[in-house]
């Protein structure tokens, strides 16, 4: 199983990117799909995620409102839609899948981690 994130870059405040994760050797229309980030000094932080048991979409609460998790299901790849975005927003995105039922924002139930992207935002 292999999935690449791209689409990282730098984007001046209140700017948008969007970033993607084409996956290889796993179906993500049958796994748990998941964005997490993790900023230097702190820990890894689940920023949205797609739960297997009903469809149900997650936000954490920086997120809501400004980011949108989606998958192409005809490309196997998993998107994340970044609005508004702020300095703090800036951090090492992953995506990552998960082939169980636990709650998808969590860091350690996911099996599979793409290499991370830096989303850098100035102000």
Same mark, same amino acid.
């Given at each position: 199983?292999?999935?690449? &994130?791209?689409?990282?870059? $730098? /984007?001046? &405040?209140?700017? +948008?990117?969007?970033?993607?994760? &084409? ?15 993790? &900023?230097?000094?702190? $820990? ?5 995620? /797609? ?8 936000? +954490? ?26 300095? $703090?927003?800036?951090? /090492? ?5 998960? $082939? ?24």
């Amino acid at each position: 199983v292999q999935l690449q &994130a791209s689409g990282g870059g $730098e /984007v001046q &405040a209140g700017g +948008s990117l969007r970033l993607s994760c &084409a996956a290889s050797g796993i179906s993500l229309d049958y796994v748990q799909i998941a964005w997490f980030r993790q &900023a230097p000094g702190k $820990e890894r932080e689940g920023v949205a995620c /797609v739960s297997n048991t009903d469809g149900t979409t997650y936000y +954490s609460d920086s997120s809501k409102g400004r980011f949108t998790i989606s998958r192409d299901s005809a490309k196997n790849t998993m998107y994340l839609q970044m609005n508004r975005l702020k300095p $703090e927003d800036t951090a /090492v995105y992953y995506c990552a899948s998960d $082939e169980g039922w636990g709650y998808c924002l969590n860091y350690y139930q996911m099996d599979y981690w793409g290499k991370g992207t830096q989303v850098t935002v100035s102000s």
